[in-house]
């Protein structure tokens, strides 16, 4: 089931019961050597499965069981589980597992029971390509490991080694992949083969190691294959002449735009963070002008209340005792001490509001929480000031003037008793009349039966 191309394989397609591979066509005959493999594993899902296996065994492998590839293979598989069949959740998980060609694979416990060495990696829906490195120097298999959360092509991390290993001298590599119940799309970028050599030995010339005749052959091969490729495109031209461009790329142009009608679990991680900081930037925006306005009012309020003190003062001579110059004194403290932490709050929301709009500071959380803890306090003390201005404009007031809610109005009798008496008479004589009238249209109707 693998679809080659000209940038990438895709061993898989997001299909169930998919297996397909690729293996090298003629043996490796280095005896130590390095793989750089570069692949991408992408899901819908949350779980994916089955995963994708890198290969070095005598023989070429087949189609089988095991990551697509047969079983009881001689040689080494490094095997990128997705799915966790033994219910451990150990998965996804890198398993290191030898082969002498009579080990059947343990796919119930994920080859828990028969791994050289492990470890546990996602490697699942990664913004940037995994990339995976082996190297077999010395009997010594060691795994390494870019989990694909930056572009750095040499950010790698250990994952396993096992030491004292055995393996073919020479032998085919391979990779390979398969699909279940749950699918994933499998695909491999690159895989680069080095050989390893001790220092101070000589190096075979790459020349010596593939005969002339089988380039010979090789090169006819692609040849021909090139002539049917070009033959193709004609045919295809001709049978489609409204059709501009190569074929290739409208069906590239498809499955891209077939794609975008999902969503893989990164891009809806990155929409949900970039929509909470959407939020969180209005929020603050609308705090801002909120305090703005309650800055406004409170200036107001202060110069209203100063004017009136100063009014009252001039207008009543012999009263002005009656206010106590310590209650104004705390009276414009407290309005002064309210101006001065509403400025201090808008400096604070305008300093968070910078920060969310230019980098999407992660402590933006913490400027709202502090944002809310000085809004309650504006209001607490709005409400201080209140009660103290009301206190003092009370205590100002001759007794005379002192305001008082108003009577009520009497209210007017509209229906005598007369009147009612009348009424209820001609209700009664009216539904007298109406039950009487009833009765003889039910006996008039009992006639015809």
Same mark, same amino acid.
């Not at 409204?242 to 290739?248: F, I, K, L, M, S």
């Not at 009012?297 to 009136?308: G, I, L, M, P, W």
């Not at 001490?337 to 604070?348: G, K």
């Given at each position: 089931?693998?679809?080659?191309?000209?940038?990438?394989?895709?061993?898989?397609?997001?299909?169930?019961?998919?297996?397909?591979?690729?293996?090298?066509?003629?043996?490796?005959?280095?005896?130590?050597?390095? *793989?750089?493999?570069?692949?991408? *594993?992408?899901?819908?899902?949350?779980?994916?499965?089955?995963?994708?296996?890198?290969?070095?065994?005598?023989?070429?492998?087949?189609?089988?069981? #095991?990551?697509?590839?047969?079983?009881?293979?001689?040689? *080494?598989?490094?095997?990128?589980? !997705?799915?966790?069949? %033994?219910?451990?959740?150990?998965?996804?998980?890198?398993?290191?597992?030898?082969? @002498?060609?009579?080990?059947?694979?343990?796919?119930? @416990? %994920?080859?828990?029971?028969?791994?050289?060495?492990?470890?546990?990696? $996602?490697?699942?829906?990664?913004?940037?390509?995994?990339?995976?490195?082996?190297?077999?120097?010395?009997?010594?298999?060691?795994? =390494?490991?870019?989990?694909?959360?930056?572009?750095?092509?040499?950010?790698?991390?250990?994952?396993?080694?096992?030491?004292?290993? #055995? =393996?073919? !001298?020479?032998?085919?590599?391979?990779?390979?992949?398969?699909?279940?119940?749950?699918?994933?799309?499998? $695909?491999?970028?690159?895989?680069?083969?080095?050989?390893?050599?001790?220092?101070?030995?000589?190096?075979?010339?790459?020349?010596?190691?593939?005969?002339?005749?089988?380039?010979?052959?090789?090169?006819?091969?692609?040849?021909?294959?090139? &002539?049917?490729?070009?033959?193709?495109? +004609?045919?295809?031209?001709? +049978?489609?002449?409204? /059709? &501009?461009?190569?074929?290739?790329?409208?069906?590239?142009?498809?499955?891209?735009?077939?794609?975008?009608?999902?969503?893989?679990?990164?891009?809806?991680?990155?929409?949900?963070?970039?929509?909470?900081?959407?939020?969180?930037? =209005?929020?603050?925006?609308?705090?801002?002008? &909120? =305090?703005?306005?309650?800055?406004?009012?409170?200036?107001?309020?202060?110069?209203?209340?100063?004017?009136?003190?100063?009014?009252?003062?001039?207008?009543?001579?012999?009263?002005?005792?009656?206010?106590?110059?310590?209650?104004?004194?705390?009276? /414009?403290?407290?309005?002064?001490?309210?101006?001065?932490?509403?400025?201090?709050?808008? @400096?604070?929301?305008?300093?968070?509001?910078?920060?969310?709009?230019?980098?999407?500071?992660?402590?933006?959380?913490?400027?709202?929480?502090?944002?809310?803890?000085?809004?309650? $306090?504006?209001?607490?003390?709005?409400?201080?000031?209140?009660?103290?201005?009301?206190?003092?404009? &009370?205590?100002?007031?001759? !007794?005379?003037?002192?305001?008082?809610?108003?009577?009520?109005?009497?209210?007017?009798?509209?229906?005598?008793?007369?009147?009612?008496?009348?009424?209820?008479?001609?209700?009664? /004589?009216?539904?007298?009349?109406?039950?009487?009238?009833?009765?003889?249209?039910?006996?008039?109707?009992?006639?015809?039966?």
């Amino acid at each position: 089931d693998a679809i080659p191309s000209a940038d990438q394989i895709r061993i898989t397609t997001s299909l169930k019961s998919q297996r397909g591979s690729v293996w090298t066509k003629n043996k490796s005959i280095f005896e130590y050597w390095e *793989v750089e493999v570069t692949f991408r *594993v992408t899901g819908r899902g949350r779980i994916g499965a089955d995963g994708l296996a890198i290969w070095f065994t005598e023989e070429q492998g087949l189609e089988g069981p #095991v990551f697509g590839a047969a079983d009881k293979w001689d040689g *080494v598989g490094i095997f990128f589980d !997705s799915f966790d069949n %033994d219910g451990k959740k150990n998965n996804p998980g890198v398993i290191v597992v030898g082969n @002498n060609g009579k080990l059947q694979y343990d796919h119930q @416990n %994920d080859g828990s029971t028969q791994a050289l060495a492990s470890c546990q990696r $996602d490697f699942r829906n990664k913004p940037y390509p995994v990339r995976v490195k082996i190297t077999y120097y010395q009997k010594a298999l060691t795994v =390494l490991i870019n989990n694909g959360f930056t572009p750095d092509k040499d950010d790698y991390e250990f994952c396993a080694k096992v030491e004292d290993m #055995v =393996l073919p !001298s020479q032998g085919y590599f391979g990779i390979s992949a398969a699909t279940g119940g749950l699918a994933d799309d499998h $695909d491999v970028l690159s895989f680069l083969t080095f050989q390893l050599s001790e220092p101070g030995k000589e190096v075979p010339t790459p020349d010596a190691e593939i005969p002339q005749k089988d380039k010979e052959k090789y090169q006819e091969e692609f040849e021909q294959f090139q &002539q049917e490729l070009d033959k193709k495109k +004609e045919e295809f031209q001709k +049978e489609h002449p409204d /059709v &501009q461009g190569q074929p290739g790329k409208t069906t590239c142009a498809f499955f891209l735009s077939a794609d975008d009608l999902f969503e893989t679990v990164s891009d809806r991680e990155l929409r949900q963070i970039f929509e909470g900081q959407n939020r969180i930037h =209005l929020e603050i925006k609308q705090l801002n002008r &909120q =305090l703005d306005m309650i800055l406004d009012e409170q200036r107001r309020y202060v110069s209203a209340v100063t004017d009136e003190v100063a009014k009252r003062g001039a207008g009543f001579p012999g009263q002005q005792g009656q206010v106590s110059q310590q209650e104004i004194a705390t009276v /414009v403290k407290t309005q002064e001490e309210v101006i001065r932490q509403v400025n201090e709050i808008r @400096n604070s929301m305008a300093d968070t509001l910078r920060l969310i709009s230019g980098a999407q500071h992660p402590g933006s959380a913490a400027g709202v929480y502090e944002t809310t803890q000085h809004f309650n $306090d504006i209001k607490e003390h709005l409400h201080v000031v209140k009660r103290d201005i009301e206190h003092l404009v &009370q205590r100002n007031m001759p !007794s005379s003037e002192k305001s008082k809610c108003p009577d009520l109005p009497p209210f007017p009798s509209c229906l005598s008793t007369m009147h009612f008496f009348i009424f209820v008479a001609v209700q009664t /004589v009216l539904f007298i009349g109406y039950i009487m009238y009833r009765s003889q249209q039910e006996a008039a109707a009992k006639k015809f039966f």
